[in-house]
Structures are given as structure tokens and as C-alpha cells.
């Protein structure tokens, strides 16, 4: 099977360069439009400096037990009819804060459209609390 695969490789080397090449291409596109990907520490940073501003997209029952301080709560679902509350912060980088740092950006690609600045916390909530981070509850 590995015979055919380089076989092929070698028989098609443009097609597959091309291929190659697209596929770097996409991610790129998805990461500049989804917004940059911060580290705990790096959101720490920017809160502390008064740079940024923290939305939380996750469900209500789920912020509820446990959300970082100060996080505005926008459902995912609503964010299109609720964006408007967000005004207020476009001098500052909004950093979207999901569950696992999955979903998240598909909220940062719609904050960019309407004209914000955003970042993506990597790995979410999760990886907040996974660096013993605090969270509150509501």
C-alpha cells in the first residue's frame, strides 16, 4: 500500500505539491479569519493592562458554574441579534471564550465581519482551569 502511495507521489508530484500547498493555504485563511489563538497567560496579560475584554459563548448553565471575572455572556446561538451590547468595546480585543476552544471560531469570524478585534482562548474554559486559573459562579 505505502508502495502505491509513493508511486503515485512520485508519478504526480505537481498535483500533490498543489494539494499540499491549498491545504496550508486554507488553514492560514481560517486562522487569520477566526482570530489569533492566546495562551492563558497571554489573556491574563491583556485583561490586566485593560486591553481586551472577555465574552463567553458557552450556554448559561455552564457559565453559571464557573466563568472567568468580568466575562460578558453571549450564547453562540445569539450573537448575531445580541452584537450590538459589544459596541462599547471596539477599541478593545474581545477574546471568545468557548468550552474547549473549539467552536469559538466561528464567534470570532462574526465579531471580525461586524469590525472587532479578536482572539480565541486556546483551549477554553478547560484549559483555563487546567492552569488553575479562578473562575466565578453566578
Known amino acids: 500500500m505505502l508502495e502505491r502511495v509513493i508511486e503515485f507521489v512520485g508519478n504526480h508530484y505537481i498535483l500533490v505539491s498543489s494539494f499540499i500547498g491549498l491545504a496550508i493555504l486554507l488553514v492560514l485563511h481560517e ?3 477566526s482570530g489569533r489563538n492566546l ?3 497571554e489573556v ?3 485583561i490586566n493592562r485593560d486591553e481586551a475584554v472577555v465574552l463567553d459563548i458557552r450556554q448559561q448553565k455552564d457559565f453559571s458554574a464557573g466563568h472567568i471575572v468580568d466575562s460578558i455572556h453571549i450564547p453562540a446561538a445569539k450573537l448575531k441579534e445580541r452584537i450590538g451590547e459589544l459596541e462599547a468595546y471596539k477599541d478593545k ?11 469559538a471560531g466561528a464567534s470570532c469570524s462574526e465579531l471580525n465581519k461586524a469590525g472587532f478585534t479578536t482572539a480565541r482562548l486556546s483551549g477554553g474554559i478547560a484549559g483555563w482551569r487546567s492552569d488553575n486559573l479562578p473562575t466565578v459562579k453566578k
Do not use: E, N, P
Not at 94 to 103: L, Q, Y
Open 39 to 41: 495562551s492563558s497567560r
Open 31 to 33: 486562522t487569520k479569519r
Open 44 to 46: 491574563t496579560a491583556l
Open 93 to 103: 480585543t474581545i477574546i471568545v471564550v468557548c468550552a474547549s476552544g473549539m467552536t
